[in-house]
T-cell receptor
Framework: KQEVTQIPAALSVPEGENLVLNCSFTDSAIYNLQWFRQDPGKGLTSLLLIQSSQREQTSGRLNASLDKSSGRSTLYIAASQPGDSATYLCAVINNAGNMLTFGGGTRLMVKP | NAGVMQNPRHLVRRRGQEARLRCSPM?????VYWYRQLPEEGLKFMVY????????ESGMPKERFSAEFPKEGPSILRIQQVVRGDSAAYFC???????????????FGEGSRLTVL
């Protein structure tokens, strides 16, 4: 059974810092990995998707890497801003499955 | 190009009543997934449907919960005889299939928040 863990559970940083969010998964036979953002009381916004054959994806100030063999992904946020404050969720789809398995999320607060 | 549309956004029910949550997938998507997010918990898979078929309901509680995705109209998640423990945010996602040759990316709606009094 796939299990996804995100560390840290919560993070508070001053504006402008570069930061790294970590995600680990137990079963390396994944189809893809997705990073989402969730604002309080809102839905999920897809940030980046990494196919199992890829090593990283970039979008603006966000960069996500994938090391499938070690079961790890990181989300790098450059020059953080207060508007980045949200919960960041990591999720994987297994090769043999149909559903996303989510981590518990990292609650990020960026202070002005 | 509208995204995944869910309604109602908020629903209040008394114990024992029925709750019906609706989801219209993105245009061109014929595969729908329902997830539940309990307060202060992560998202958990409930059910995966294609048009007129339930493909995987391994995350669905055995009693009181049912889902459908008819040939015409939105997908419906139905909860009968609701209890307080059903209070949660219910999210719908859709994807473009077949997965082969497709990134498998899921797009989520804004969710329906059910409160059971």
């Amino acid at each position: 059974k796939q299990e996804v863990t995100q560390i840290p559970a919560a993070l508070s940083v001053p504006e402008g810092e570069n930061l790294v969010l970590n995600c680990s998964f137990t079963d390396s036979a994944i189809y893809n990995l997705q990073w989402f953002r969730q604002d309080p009381g809102k839905g999920l916004t897809s940030l980046l998707l990494i196919q199992s054959s890829q090593r990283e994806q970039t979008s603006g100030r966000l960069n996500a890497s994938l090391d499938k063999s070690s079961g790890r992904s990181t989300l790098y946020i450059a020059a953080s801003q207060p508007g980045d404050s949200a919960t960041y969720l990591c999720a994987v789809i297994n090769n043999a499955g149909n559903m996303l398995t989510f981590g518990g999320g990292t609650r990020l607060m960026v202070k002005p | 190009n509208a995204g995944v549309m869910q309604n109602p956004r908020h629903l209040v029910r008394r114990r024992g009543q029925e709750a019906r949550l609706r989801c219209s997938p993105m245009k061109g998507h014929s595969h729908v997934y329902w997830y539940r997010q309990l307060p202060e918990e992560g998202l958990k898979f409930m059910v995966y449907l294609q048009k007129e078929n339930i493909i995987d309901e391994s995350g669905m509680p055995k009693e009181r919960f049912s889902a459908e995705f008819p040939k015409e109209g939105p997908s419906i998640l139905r909860i009968q005889q609701v209890v307080r423990g059903d209070s949660a945010a219910y999210f719908c996602a859709s994807s473009l299939l077949p997965r082969t040759g497709n990134t498998g990316e899921l797009f989520f709606g804004e969710g329906s928040r059910l409160t059971v009094l």
